[in-house]
């Protein structure tokens, strides 16, 4: 049985059919595109699509203009494949959606377990609703209202809000939100989470005051 349909995007043919070689052995459905406009006509027409990987350099249209469309109108979990390893670029991934970053080289077995963890994270998030302080969590629709009223979030946003408020009342290092939340091994430095904290309370507008600052550590989530 097919655990579900993966597009795999990169303009190295070898790239890609190591990678699908590896997800069909664990049985997923795999769909290739060459290039950004190739991924997303290839998106856009087919309706069941469970996960993307995505490359960062390929003609016609890159990884980031790729991911920023996308996330107009879906919350689809996306890897991105990439050689770059600056900090500006990573950070530029993350403030448009990017769920996690696989360097090159990589090893194609770690690859399909990120695939697996993150496919399953989101199986398990769909069957839980939190509510705290007016803020609704919707992990199924994956959705956020704050007193009835919907907020748009990015997917990074949203698991961060999620888990600040199923760990309320704690104090909340960056390292610990980094590996909660990110789920991987980050090369950067944690000021990614201040951005994404910043963008955080601005959409919460006046319950944006519940993310705490803990200064010299973390955050702390508090009505």
């Known amino acids: 049985m097919e ?3 993966i597009l795999v995007v990169d303009d190295e043919e070898k790239i890609r059919k190591l990678v699908k070689d590896f997800l ?3 049985g997923y459905e795999v769909i290739e595109a060459k290039d950004g406009e190739e991924a997303l006509d290839l998106f856009y027409d087919q309706k069941d699509i469970s996960l993307i990987i995505l490359d960062v350099m390929m003609p016609k249209i890159n990884g980031y203009q790729v991911l920023k469309e996308i996330r107009e109108t879906s919350q689809i979990p996306i890897i991105m ?3 770059k390893v600056e900090e500006s670029d990573e950070l530029l991934g993350f403030e448009l ?3 996690e970053y696989v360097c090159k080289p990589f090893s194609p077995k770690t690859l399909v377990a990120r695939v697996e963890a993150i496919l399953h ?3 398990v998030e769909s069957q839980v609703t939190i509510e705290e302080g007016g803020i609704v969590i919707d992990k199924g629709a994956h959705t956020v209202t ?3 009223e919907p907020i748009e979030v990015s997917a990074k946003e949203f698991e961060l809000l999620a888990y600040f408020v199923e760990n309320k009342g704690i104090a909340l290092s960056r390292d ?3 590996n909660n939340v990110w789920n991987y091994d980050y090369f950067g430095d944690a000021r990614t989470i201040d951005t994404h904290v910043k963008k955080l309370r601005s959409k919460m507008k006046d319950k944006g005051d519940y993310i705490k600052t803990v200064w010299g550590m973390g ?3 508090e009505c």
């Open 121 to 123: 994270r989101r199986e």
């Open 3 to 5: 655990n579900g349909r």
């Open 81 to 83: 494949l990439t050689a």
């Open 176 to 178: 610990k939100i980094l």
């Open 146 to 148: 704050i007193d009835g």
């Open 97 to 99: 959606g990017v769920d």
């Open 24 to 26: 069909v052995k664990k």
């Open 219 to 221: 955050y702390k989530f």
